[in-house]
């Protein structure tokens, strides 16, 4: 099991650093094709789309996912319950289509509205096929599915707008993106659903989806109420600088640690009746991710106006003080957004939903408070109010189960001390250092090396280290 999440880690990491290059091009080439006015057409159809989106799985892949045993009977019940649902929530989004034109004060964002949801519809009927997948550890199918739907898309994206269909390339590529995956998805997975009737456990099925989807929906207003409450009352340019500094500390993290999260709940989910295995194996991934992710957070961060004016120049100096402060959040983010697998793989959805809904009423009341003192109040704020939940949702996933509150402290704590003085080094470093790329790369390169040789210097860190080398190097001999 050990190899075969390894395997899974490793094809996602490179399928990801794959995609993240395709985008990068093709984002590059859409935007010579077309303006801000069509790309704009589609923000405006995000908000809703996204929103009612949410619904349109209900958790249910999850479910699939999850369970240590699942018949035929409760597979064809979650896959056409999921149909109806995305069917609905397809509908719920072309009959809102009107109001957001009139919302917009722009009549071309209904009829956009309405293809995206027609596309919405399609893919509660390939969800239960990718979950499927997921449920195999089928790693190399599940990249097939993304890759392949996602290059088609872009094909049928660039050639649409090199053909004069302006915004209208922008909705092809979705639909090509949808439809592709749907075909392969099926063709992959081999598995065609019964007619729809009663299954056992289906009360238990439902309600797992259905805490997923709460916690899901909390989520989503903890994580966009700031960028609507900032737009709203302080304008689109202190918006704009906000979610700049947001993105910029997100994107790179999470290709780092979205390749370890598609292995973790299909792995943990088999190791249930294993406690021990359990423990090592969520700790393992969490810690992969730490090493990863930490020294370019302590770079980035404690250093944040030399690669903010490296990056995207002086015009936007007033992004590094918002980054700086967002940055001490991202320590948190690897073992909070972990906690997820814990509850989910446990069986434990409705403790998840309790703690999503206290954790998103704490964050949107952070953002009220901070409001009055502008952008950096709101990221001060924000920030504050996660040193505080971190730990809060770090004991009550904990609490129960194969990973306990000390063992996951324990753990961490060769990275705590090792993050601290890597971070006081860069900053000492960063006041001999002058912008340019030059200088940010080599402050990653001194920063990686510190912080993976301070851990390596603790008995867990050089075990963890060692583990992950012996797994890399057989990898390696494999392929």
């Known amino acids: 099991m050990r190899r075969k999440s390894a395997q899974g880690i490793a094809i996602n990491m490179s399928a990801q650093a ?46 699939t996912v999850q369970r240590p045993q699942i018949t035929q009977a409760q597979l064809s019940l979650i896959f056409w319950t999921s149909a109806l649902v995305s069917v609905t929530s397809g509908i719920i989004v072309m009959l809102g289509a009107p109001l957001a034109s009139i919302f917009y004060h722009d009549a071309r964002v209904a009829p956009v509205l309405v ?35 996602y290059v088609l898309s872009s094909i049928a994206g660039i050639s649409a707008a090199l053909l004069g269909f302006s915004y209208w390339s922008l909705v092809i590529s979705q639909a090509t993106l949808t439809t592709t995956a749907l075909v392969l998805a099926w063709s ?42 900032i737009g709203r ?18 994107l790179p993290l999470s290709q780092i640690t979205g390749p370890i999260a598609k292995v973790a709940t299909p792995l943990l989910s088999r190791l249930n ?45 007033a992004v590094a003080p918002i980054f700086q402060v967002l940055a001490i959040g991202a320590l948190f983010a690897p073992v909070s957004n972990s906690t997820g697998w814990l509850f989910t793989t446990q ?33 001060n704020a924000y920030i504050a109010t996660g040193c505080v939940q971190g730990p809060l949702i770090w004991y009550a996933a904990t609490r129960k189960g194969p990973v306990s509150f000390g063992t996951l402290l324990r753990a961490l704590s060769p990275y705590a001390f090792s993050i601290a003085i890597t971070s006081l080094m860069v900053w ?31 008995p867990r860190g050089r075990a963890t280290l060692l583990t992950l080398l012996s797994e890399a190097r057989r990898l390696i001999k494999r392929s």
């Open 18 to 63: 794959v995609r993240f290059g395709l985008q990068f091009v093709v984002s590059i080439v859409m935007a010579r094709l077309l303006g801000p006015t069509e790309f704009g057409i589609l923000a405006m159809a995000a908000p809703l789309l996204a929103f009612v989106a949410l619904f349109a799985d209900l958790g249910l892949s999850q479910a």
């Open 115 to 149: 293809a995206l949801g027609a596309i919405l519809m399609l893919t509660g009927f390939y969800n239960q096929h990718v979950a499927i997948l997921n449920r195999r550890l089928a790693f190399g199918s599940l990249v097939a599915v993304d890759l392949g739907s």
């Open 188 to 229: 992959l997975a081999r598995w065609v659903p019964s007619r729809p009737g009663k299954a056992p456990e289906a009360r238990e099925i439902l309600g797992f989806g259905g805490n997923v989807t709460s916690f899901n929906i909390f989520n989503y207003f903890a994580r966009n109420l700031d960028n609507i409450l």
């Open 233 to 250: 009352h302080l304008g689109e340019v202190q918006l704009g600088i906000y979610d700049r500094a947001y993105k910029l500390l997100l």
């Open 273 to 317: 009746d294993d406690r021990e295995k359990y423990s090592k194996s969520y700790l393992m991934l969490l810690e992969t991710i730490i090493l990863l992710t930490y020294p370019s957070i302590a770079v980035t961060g404690v250093g944040s106006k030399l690669v903010i004016y490296t990056v995207l120049g002086s015009k936007w100096h």
């Open 347 to 379: 069986n434990r959805t409705r403790e998840m939903r309790n703690f999503g809904l206290f954790s998103s009423l704490a964050f949107v009341g952070s953002f009220i408070v901070g409001l009055p003192w502008g952008i950096q109040g709101v990221a």
């Open 428 to 458: 000492i470093w960063t006041q001999y250092l002058t912008v340019g790329w030059v200088n940010v790369f080599m402050l990653l390169a001194a920063g990686y090396l510190l912080f993976w040789s301070l851990v390596a210097a603790t």
